[in-house]
């Protein structure tokens, strides 16, 4: 059955302090996996898209990675502006309808 | 930018009413979505549409219905409101079914 899982569920940084948030998948032939950012009352706001395992993509303090079971999305440095619950999805492997993670709400200290 | 325009961000009905929720896309997107989104559920799909006037049911469709007479709008419509459609709403657009979903600020719900 295809699954989408995050880690952790919260996260709690202070200011500048780097760390990753986890996304492991079961999907048979990815078709490409999402990140996205949801700040409260808002909908999900889309930041990358990765298809192949070893790619990499960067946003400002973001960094996305992709390997053959999971995906990172990495903060360097964040801000509180960064706090917000970030969100990962994949196609179906059947209907490329998405599923998606639960989410991993990051709160950041100043 | 893909800007995806939902008509209320509040809104609050009594049960038995009809309910329209409209959305519109801007960028000629082929797929449209509808979504609701609850604490500890995440986000659940009700509907989508992959063209005109054709339309799939999604994880839960019971108590919902959708339109799409043209292709930037996408209206899902609560023939019978319930309180346990108390929810957010979130509508979705995409270019192609596995290309990346651009959402709007949803709609918050309340039925009373």
């Known amino acids: 059955e295809d699954q989408v899982t995050q880690s952790p569920e919260a996260l709690r940084l202070q200011e500048g302090e780097s760390s990753s948030l986890n996304c492991s998948y079961t999907?048979?032939?990815?078709?490409?996996l999402f990140w996205y950012r949801q700040d409260p009352g808002k909908g999900p706001e889309f930041l990358f898209t990765?298809?192949?395992a070893g790619e990499e993509k960067e946003k400002e303090r973001l960094k996305a990675t992709l390997t053959k079971k999971e995906s990172f999305l990495h903060i360097t440095a964040p801000k509180p502006e960064d706090s917000a619950t970030y969100l990962c999805?994949?196609?179906?492997?059947?209907?490329?309808?998405?599923?998606f993670g639960q989410g991993t709400t990051l709160q950041v200290k100043p | 930018d893909v800007k995806v325009t939902q008509s209320s961000r509040y809104l609050v009905k009594r049960t038995g009413e009809k309910v329209f929720l409209e959305c519109v896309q801007d960028m000629d997107h082929e797929n449209m979505f509808w979504y609701r989104q609850d604490p500890g559920l995440g986000l659940r799909l009700i509907y989508f549409?992959?063209?005109?006037?054709?339309?799939e049911k999604g994880d839960i469709p019971e108590g919902y219905s959708v339109s799409r007479e043209k292709k930037e709008r996408f209206s899902l419509i609560l023939e019978s409101a319930s309180t346990n459609q108390t929810s957010m709403y979130l509508c979705?657009?995409?270019?192609?079914?596995?290309?990346?979903?651009?959402f709007g600020d949803g709609t918050r719900l309340s039925i009373l």
């Open positions: 999907v048979s032939g990815l078709r490409g």
């Open positions: 979705a657009s995409s270019l192609g079914v596995y290309q990346p979903q651009h």
């Open positions: 999805a994949a196609p179906r492997s059947n209907t490329g309808k998405l599923i």
């Open positions: 990765l298809y192949s």
């Open positions: 549409s992959y063209d005109v006037k054709m339309k």
